[in-house]
């Protein structure tokens, strides 16, 4: 039986993008490709905040922070650094499809799948953990499963293996919407290179087993041209999906200062505003 690194197996509304306001199931796997350490950072600066929380963890025999519910939010760098950070990995447990799978019965409210959506985030979860998710979503109770999307930073290439996985799970027994990939690309604010971060071919290829959007942070009008060049590069690939601009911010404090600007230059440019609904609803607490 395959079994998965979760950092986080929660219930809660989804907050961004397509599917905002949909209730969801949030699978978070552990372990990313990028660090991000330059959200909320000025341009060309990196964030320490995970690193010294990291040093924190470390430096006592007994760790300090014991589950996701100690851990502090951030207001710089990557919202989810303990889905990644090495000094984290012990705060997220190696599960069995069925311990997923039990653990999913239980918080769901009617203990089987009515309208729910699985996401599958991170992390990247794209990474090595495509050869187990068929294990996973073959259970018997995931079979009332409709709809999943995997919210992917769009560097991974599906696996042959997997890729025909997904198109007989999806568009072959399920229809086309089954299947969706939220790409969160990284621009330069997130600190992360250009050439390792958009990567069109690799989301192009997503479309031929579901649908992708694209969805770009954004804290300033240089990001809004950092996405609008990203996006002409995407379409010049084939990319036809939606594209989303969504306020930086894993904090109120953060995410109220630019909310508004950024669904202005949305509107002005013919593109989507994703909102990011979990920040004022749930103040992004972990689990939510
Ligand atoms: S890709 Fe996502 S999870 Fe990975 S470091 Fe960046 S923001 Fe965090």
Redesign the pocket.
Known sequence: MSKLKIAELFYSVQGEGRYMGVPSVFLRTFG??????G?GMPRGELSEEANNLALLQDIHDEPLFKKYEDLPLVST?????A??HPSFKELSPMLTSDAIVDRIMEIIPFHEWKDEHLVIT???PLLGWQRAYPDLLDHPKMAGLKEITFET?GTQKLTPEFKEYLLNWGIESRGYNALTFSV?A?LPC?G?KWEEAILPEVVCEYEQVGTAYLKFVIATEQDFEDAKRATEEYRAAGFAGHVYLMPVGGVESVYALNNRAVAIMAMNAGLRYSDRLQVPLFKNEWGT
């Open positions: 990313c490709n990028f660090k991000c350490a959200f760098g990557c919202d989810s650094y889905s990644w991170g992390g990247e930073n969160s990284k997130s992360e």
